[in-house]
Structures are given as C-alpha cells and as structure tokens.
C-alpha cells in the first residue's frame, strides 16, 4: 500500500502513536485516537482496525507489565476475566469479517463520538478500598461476564475499551482508580493479544506500520502507566476526549455527505 511509504504520514502515526500510549496507560481509550488517524490516512476500515491492534499490543504490554510489577493486579484472582476476554476478543474479531467496509466507514466515527462523549460526561465512582474483593461465586461470574463482554467489544471495534474496564471494574468491585487501571490494563493487553492473532489470521494488518507504531506507543505507554500511579487522570482527558470527538467529526462527515 503506497500510502505507508509517505514520510509525513509516518511522522504523523509515529507521534499519534507515542500520545496514544501515553493516554492508554493513564485513562485508557488510545484507540479512539489511533483509530481515526488511521482512516484519515486511508487505510480500508478492517485495515485500520487490525493494524491497531498489532500497535495496541505493544502499549497494552507495557503497562500491563508495569502495574503488575507494582503489585497492582493479581493474576491468579482475576483469571476468569482474562479467560472469558481472550474469548470473547477472539469472537468479536471473528466477526469483523462479515462486516461491510461501507458499514465500518460509516458507523465506526459513529460508536468513537458515542464513546467519546460518554467518556467525557461520565462521573466515575470513586473507591478507596486497597484490598480485593472476597473470592465468590458472584465474583466469577462477574468476571466472566465483564470479560466476554468487553473482550468482544474490543475484538469488534476496540475504542475506549480501556476507560470501560476501569470504570467497570471500580463499580462492580468497588476498588480504588489504581486497581481498577492494573484489571484495565492487563485484560486489555489479553483482549489485544487475541485479537490481534485473529486480525493476522484473517489477513487485516498492515505488519510494518503496525509494528513501527507499537514501539512509539510502547514508549508512551511507559510514560503513561508512571504518570497514572503518580497522578491519575483528571489532568488530560478532557483535552484527548476533545480531540477525539473532532477527528471523529470529520471522518462521520467523509463517511456521510462526501
């Protein structure tokens, strides 16, 4: 595809890629920025979407690597909810096969602004709690479920997958912001990983251009997942979630009246 080979173009990915990771690891959602800039670039919908996910991995990677070493999640107790992500993430990008490139063109802006402006209106309820929940019947099954659930979503279209699980997360657990971003991360990095195997499987990944923004989402996301246990992520989203709904803006109209 010629349209790689652009100079600028690959600048452009390249620090969309690095302010995406950075955003990812701190409030989840680089998708909803990385996404859009793909399909302005001109890469086909299940393209853009498949290359994504090779980039995401890399960011989701890091920071899930950096909350995990910080003790911030618990593998052994959340198992069942990356079990059921990495299901539920391989079905989704299943999925994407029998959609129309004309119904991703046009509906994709569409879910990003929805989820956008959901992520900037929500008031997230705020938990202190230092501890996990008790181990239980009902725990699993919401596990299960939250991970089925977001795993497909992610598999399917992927946009603020992140910012859904740490908002999840604290209101079915009622855990502290840093917890929920460590199950954030970490299942995200699951839901990457799956689908991202499928999207190769399939044939919708662009390898070096995927590749080549992974490493500078990588980077970001190591900035990002330091910045969040320092500072949370009041600070920047109102600015990325303002971004994000132009950029969408201007793909719905391409996709719409053009």
Same mark, same amino acid.
């Given at each position: ?14 620090? !969309? ?5 950075? =955003?990812?690891? =701190? ?19 299940? =393209? ?68 956008? =402006? ?57 855990? +502290? ?5 460590? !199950?954030?991360?970490? +299942? ?16 919708? !990944? +662009? ?7 992974? !490493? ?16 949370? +992520? ?25």
């Amino acid at each position: 595809m010629d349209i790689v080979l652009d100079i600028n173009l690959w600048i452009t990915l390249c620090g !969309v890629g690095f302010l995406a990771g950075l =955003i990812d690891a =701190i409030a989840g959602g680089g998708g909803m920025l990385t996404v859009p800039t793909l399909l302005t670039a001109g890469l086909p919908p299940h =393209i853009a979407l498949g290359t994504n996910k090779l980039a995401a991995t890399f960011g989701s990677l890091t920071a899930s690597v950096t909350f995990y070493k910080k003790k911030l999640f618990n593998v052994v107790f959340w198992r069942t909810s990356l079990i059921f992500t990495a299901i539920g993430a391989t079905l989704g990008t299943l999925t994407v096969q029998f959609l129309s490139v004309d119904f991703l063109e046009k509906y994709l802006p569409v879910l990003i602004i929805s989820t956008a =402006i959901y992520t900037l209106a929500a008031k997230n309820t705020m938990h202190h709690s230092k501890a996990l929940p008790l181990a239980s019947k009902t725990t699993t099954r919401k596990q299960a479920i939250q991970g089925a659930t977001l795993g497909f979503y992610d598999g399917v279209a992927g946009p603020g997958t992140g910012a859904f699980w740490t908002a999840s997360s604290s209101a079915l657990y009622k855990i +502290n912001l840093l917890y929920s971003c460590g !199950v954030a991360r970490c +299942n995200n990095f699951i839901s990457n990983f799956c689908s991202l195997l499928t999207f190769i499987y399939l044939g919708y !990944v +662009n390898l070096l251009l995927g590749l080549t923004m992974g !490493v500078f989402i990588m980077a970001g996301a190591w900035v990002g997942s330091h910045w969040a246990i320092k500072l949370g +992520n009041q600070f920047i989203r109102p600015v990325f979630i303002t971004i994000v709904i132009l950029m969408s803006c201007n793909l719905a109209f391409q996709a719409w009246y053009q």
